[in-house]
């Protein structure tokens, strides 16, 4: 039996099966065919695709379609501080109220997103360097925050002014208190080279259990 098509432009990244159906790139009765793998309802990509973190956190924003953003440690990833846990699930962050249940491979966490915490990278909405240190900063267990932002300030991704900033801005918010003995640990000018990698890459960093509880 011959290879069935695969249309150039979805080889190389997840993608929306409507938007492909909608296209004329394939047909509903293709998609359920053996040459697509199914990622997330609706979320698709080419079986042969070896994925990367920049796809799944793309299948996340195309699965989101406008209702949140992809957060935390894998936005922190996606802007270029490699703070991510091997395996966990993709975290996005969704205003309380918003209609979502969350597929196997995402992890939902419910705070407040006003518009200037957002933007977009590589076309994946993801929380600004601002927010994601923020939030890292005030949710994660006190050593890997100040890991994971230590990282970020290395990086050049903001300085400690911005999140000193942040946390100015969201009087009352939960996790302020660790926000400041963060910015009282880290060393914007240290990666700490010896303990990033052997955290990331053991896969020892806890990935907290936000999942359909609103964090502010």
């Given at each position: ?55 799944r956190c793309l299948a996340a924003g ?96 903001l300085e400690a ?56």
């Amino acid at each position: 039996m011959p290879r069935a098509r695969v249309p150039g432009g979805l080889r190389s990244a997840p993608f929306a099966g409507r938007d492909a159906v909608a296209a004329g790139l394939l047909t509903k009765r293709q998609l359920s065919g053996d040459t697509w793998r199914r990622l997330l309802p609706g979320i698709y990509a080419w079986r042969e695709l070896k994925l990367t973190h920049h796809d799944r956190c793309l299948a996340a924003g195309l699965f989101l379609d406008g209702r949140g953003a992809v957060s935390g440690r894998n936005a922190a990833t996606l802007l270029g501080a490699d703070v991510r846990v091997l395996g966990a699930p993709v975290e996005v962050t969704l205003p309380a109220g918003t209609r979502f249940r969350a597929p196997t491979g995402i992890s939902i966490v419910r705070s407040p997103l006003p518009g200037g915490d957002t933007g977009s990278w590589a076309g994946i909405p993801i929380t600004t360097a601002g927010r994601t240190a923020f939030d890292l900063a005030r949710r994660l267990p006190l050593t890997e925050a100040v890991v994971c932002v230590d990282a970020m300030l290395a990086a050049r991704l903001l300085e400690a002014e911005d999140l000193r900033e942040s946390a100015r801005r969201r009087p009352g918010w939960t996790g302020l208190p660790q926000v400041k003995k963060v910015l009282l640990l880290c060393d914007a000018g240290a990666e700490s080279p010896h303990v990033v990698p052997s955290i990331a890459g053991s896969g020892t960093m806890r990935q907290p259990d936000c999942g359909g509880r609103r964090v502010q």
